[in-house]
């Protein structure tokens, strides 16, 4: 395989589109245009490059005046999940380790005894199923097609997954436990959701487990930030619970993880409730995360002025590569420079971002790291594993550079 170095933003073609987004009302209280406007990026890419598709967004983030819940407006319409997110891949999902920890933690408070109906919404491929204990009956949903049918013909007829909208699908019997792990801050109407998934209950004694990422827990070095561009609504602690409530919810126990930011909710039917208080507090949250995040980036700004080399190595080729490109100045300092990314996510090799050629990491093998080159790790919580593989393909440890002196959750 050739190496082409390639120029930033050399690619012709890339557009955007009314139909990627459109106004939604609060998610939170359902109050229409009446929000302060917190952050924007403007066109802001998806993704590889495309000239069928469009790929580029102006996203806004946004505060209720009424709620104070934070939220993505205008959102995401159904042409943009289908576009944006059809190459997100490793961007959008959670760690491996996660499913074992969330079955170890259903066990200890007595959620998987007995014989269960249980339900796994935006259940991808069905790998948190295919570890639950088989005497249960086990199902999922995803608006995925391509992973309901992986999952299934992985699954040999063990667990039952099949491809839905969240606010409308129907079982043919009601469930004992729901579970929905960061799933509903993607969503653009998670009171809707809810709400279907309160008729999908079998009773009183059944429980909903869900988790979100908090605006509480939202502090990071992280250049993405806590208000990420995949999200639809930003959660606080009392966000969270009013959406609950809503739809007719009741918290029963509430655990922030202590590893990384997620607030766990284990939830039982109640009543449909008519109002809820939101917290004026949530504005000074998303205040100090702001701030965080702007001192995120003034430090990665300041490593990246380390770069002196005429041609650049970037492995990574997610979101956090398009940040480096919408907030600091690597790609304006020096016009002339060139650029590769690696990714070993093959949804992303053999095609290009703004230009620049994507690979699989294999490919620095083949390049001269006595000359003109190095290489940047463009990754948050995969910084460590990168530089790890970077080792092992005996880059030398001073052409490498790690933008994060310290990774505070993955």
């Known amino acids: 395989m050739q190496i082409q ?15 990627l987004l459109m106004n939604r009302p609060c998610p939170i209280c ?4 009446h929000a302060r406007n917190l952050l924007r990026f403007d066109d802001l890419q998806f993704f590889t490059d495309s000239v069928q598709f469009p790929k580029r967004a102006d996203i806004s983030i946004v505060q209720c005046r009424q709620c104070f819940g934070i939220f993505q407006n205008p959102g995401f319409s159904p042409t943009a999940f289908e576009i944006l997110f059809a190459e997100a891949g490793c961007s959008y999902g959670s760690s491996n380790i996660r499913p074992h920890e969330q079955v170890e ?7 998987l005894e007995g014989h269960r109906r249980i339900l796994d919404v935006g ?48 079982l043919r019997e009601p469930v004992d436990l729901i579970t929905m792990f960061h799933v509903l801050e993607h969503l653009p109407r998670p009171v809707s959701v809810l709400r ?6 079998s009773g009183p004694d059944a429980r909903l487990v869900v988790e979100v990422p908090i605006l509480e827990k939202g502090i990071t070095n992280d250049i993405n930030g806590f208000f990420s561009v995949l999200h639809m609504t930003h959660f606080s602690r009392q966000s969270l619970r009013n959406v609950l409530a809503a739809a007719g919810w009741c918290v029963v126990e509430a655990d922030e993880k202590e590893d990384y930011n997620a607030l766990r909710i284990v939830a039982a039917p109640g009543e449909l409730a008519v109002s809820a208080m939101g917290s004026p507090d949530d504005l000074q949250g998303a205040l100090e995360s702001l701030s965080a995040w702007n001192s995120a980036v003034i430090s990665v700004e300041r490593m990246l002025s380390r770069i002196k080399e005429d041609r650049v190595v970037i492995w990574g080729g997610g979101m956090h590569l398009e940040f480096l490109y919408q907030v600091t100045s690597l790609f304006q300092r020096v016009l002339s420079r060139k650029y590769i990314i690696v990714d070993n996510d093959p949804l992303k090799q053999g095609k290009t ?35 790890q593989a970077s ?17 505070t959750r993955c």
């Not at 933690?105 to 959620?111: D, E, I, P, T, V």
Request: aromatic residues 12%; proline residues 2%.
């Open 30 to 33: 359902g109050t229409f245009f």
């Open 353 to 387: 971002w703004r230009g620049v050629n994507i690979y699989p990491s294999a490919i620095l093998q083949k390049l001269d790291w006595s000359s003109d080159v190095s290489l940047i790790i463009s990754s948050y919580g995969a910084q460590q594993s990168i530089a």
């Open 5 to 19: 170095w390639k120029s930033i933003d050399s690619f012709i073609g890339n557009s955007s589109a009314t139909s």
């Open 196 to 201: 279907n998934l309160r008729a999908a209950a």
């Open 105 to 111: 933690w259903l066990a200890s408070r007595g959620l």
């Open 123 to 170: 259940c991808y491929k069905g790998e948190f199923l295919s570890i639950l204990p088989d005497n249960h009956k086990r199902i999922g949903v995803d608006i995925d097609a391509g992973a309901v049918a992986a999952g299934n013909c992985e699954a040999a007829g063990t667990v039952e997954i099949f491809c839905g909208d969240f606010e409308t699908f129907q």
């Open 391 to 407: 080792l092992d393909l005996k880059i030398p440890t001073h052409k490498t550079l790690k933008l994060y002196d310290m990774v």
